[in-house]
């Protein structure tokens, strides 16, 4: 699974970097994630983290949400915004993932 999350980031760079379109431009035009892709469910993505499975996914601590992850690239107050691991998809600020890191 590291290697494909290792080849999705970096696609995900890529795209970005020969875009040539902003980072607030590229978030705007994403495609929301939605709970039903692959991916999604393998990392058990919920669009509202309220809502995650704690007993599937025990790593996941009250408070957190995408806009207080590392990867999460979207703008400060913005509903929602990119993720590397879900490249060409936006996800909710409020939403978690089993990819979560706590922003340093």
């Known amino acids: 699974m590291n290697s494909t999350r290792r080849s999705i980031l970096c696609r995900a ?4 970097a ?7 431009a590229w978030a705007d035009s994403l495609p929301m994630l939605s709970e039903a892709d692959p991916m999604a469910q393998a990392l058990g993505y919920r669009a509202d983290a309220s809502k995650v499975d704690k007993a599937k996914f ?11 992850c ?9 509903p929602s915004g990119p ?21 340093s």
């Open 13 to 16: 760079a890529a795209v970005a």
């Open 18 to 24: 020969t875009s040539g379109l902003t980072r607030l």
């Open 58 to 68: 025990p790593q996941y601590g009250a408070g957190q949400t995408c806009s207080t």
């Open 70 to 78: 590392s990867l999460y690239a979207g703008a400060a107050g913005a």
């Open 83 to 103: 993720c590397p691991i879900y490249a060409g998809k936006a996800v909710s600020a409020t939403g978690w993932c089993a990819s979560y890191a706590r922003k």
